[in-house]
T-cell receptor, first 116, second 114 residues
Framework: NAGVTQTPKFQVLKTGQSMTLQCAQDMNHEYMSWYRQDPGMGLRLIHYSVGAGITDQGEVPNGYNVSRSTTEDFPLRLLSAAPSQTSVYFC???????????????FGNGTRLTVT | AQRVTQPEKLLSVFKGAPVELKCNYSYSGSPELFWYVQYSRQRLQLLLRHISRESIKGFTADLNKGETSFHLKKPFAQEEDSAMYYCALSEQRNYGGSQGNLIFGKGTKLSVKP
């Protein structure tokens, strides 16, 4: 099993450009989420999904869109990149849609994004 | 509002010394608390959770509801323990059941010197 796979690993964008960060998991997990990791800020939840066709906002959703058309994929879209979106982005999944106790989060390796 | 506080950005100890990474939380309900660890060039992974009352890699953490703390402890630190440690709390919302989103602290970087 590959687990949670994120692509690309690195990306440089210019302000105003758009792009999609890909996330796929092969564990048939219902729950998927996106976090951004910034120095001194820890991990902050951007968007999450408890199943195909269901998405919701996290703590810092502005500037990002998500969709969940299949159980396996949960792409994160930046419509118009800004320097403030320079960060490391982590996708995570869990088999338990209601509690991380029963099934902890499985993380991807991250995507390091720089917006100039 | 739910909040997780890790007061130390960096903790540096010598090999063999005891280590304690502090975590305090603010939560109105019954919390589910976790420690996640990120070793250099590796993905974030679960270290332990309070409900299991387990010891992983020599680490333990006890939930103290009176002090709203969940400090991570190890009696004798090893160099391979050097990593970024995140305390996390599981969020619950009443949408017909808990959502379980994790709220992370800002992390503590543990450096164990030889």
């Amino acid at each position: 099993n590959a687990g949670v796979t994120q692509t690309p690993k690195f990306q440089v964008l210019k302000t105003g450009q758009s792009m999609t960060l890909q996330c796929a998991q092969d564990m048939n997990h219902e729950y998927m989420s996106w976090y951004r990791q910034d120095p001194g800020m820890g991990l902050r939840l951007i968007h999450y999904s408890v199943g195909a066709g269901i998405t919701d906002q996290g703590e810092v959703p502005n500037g990002y869109n998500v969709s969940r058309s299949t159980t396996e994929d949960f792409p994160l879209r930046l419509l118009s990149a800004a320097p403030s979106q320079t960060s490391v982005y982590f996708c995570a999944s869990s088999s338990d849609r209601v509690s991380r106790y029963n099934s902890p989060l499985h993380f991807g390796n991250g995507t390091r994004l720089t917006v100039t | 509002a739910q909040r997780v506080t890790q007061p130390e950005k960096l903790l540096s100890v010598f090999k063999g010394a005891p280590v304690e990474l502090k975590c305090n939380y603010s939560y109105s309900g019954s919390p589910e608390l976790f420690w996640y660890v990120q070793y250099s060039r590796q993905r974030l992974q679960l270290l332990l959770r309070h409900i299991s009352r387990e010891s992983i890699k020599g680490f333990t953490a006890d939930l103290n509801k009176g002090e709203t703390s969940f400090h991570l402890k190890k009696p004798f630190a090893q160099e391979e323990d050097s990593a970024m440690y995140y305390c996390a709390l599981s969020e619950q919302r009443n949408y017909g059941g808990s959502q379980g989103n994790l709220i992370f602290g800002k992390g503590t970087k543990l450096s164990v010197k030889p």
